[in-house]
């Protein structure tokens, strides 16, 4: 199995800066890749930006390009994302992904970010 700690989340005012981070443990050659979901009150959980581990391009989401970078550091098997210029709409529960060969889907706990207006 994998597992997954989130941390960072807090509460900002909008226009200011959060960095979330992630980190893997357990059977982390399994995962093919990674990434950062959100999910707001009454809303679906949504892609926030993710990788593959083998390399290419990160995705985003067209409404944090621009203003979110996904980065990791191997030798922590840590996850990062950096959120830069905090809007209200931003505000939700932060999940981190590992997408498994092995069991799919695994995700951390979450972890509240608030932007206030």
């Known amino acids: 199995q994998v597992q997954l700690v989130e941390s960072g989340g807090g509460l900002v005012q909008a226009g200011g800066s959060l960095r979330l981070s992630c980190a893997a443990s357990g059977s982390i050659f399994s995962i093919h890749s990674m990434g950062w979901y959100r999910q707001a009150p009454g809303k679906q959980r949504e892609l926030v930006a993710a990788?593959?581990?083998?390399?290419?391009?990160?995705h985003y989401a067209d409404s944090v390009k621009g203003r979110f970078t996904i980065s990791r550091d191997n030798a922590k098997n840590t996850v990062y994302l950096q959120m830069n210029s905090l809007k209200p709409e931003d505000t939700a529960v932060y999940y981190c992904?590992?997408?498994?060969?092995?069991?799919?889907?695994?995700w951390g706990q979450g972890t509240q970010v608030t932007v206030s207006s």
């Open positions: 990788f593959i581990t083998s390399g290419g391009t990160p």
């Open positions: 992904n590992a997408q498994t060969y092995a069991w799919g889907d695994c």
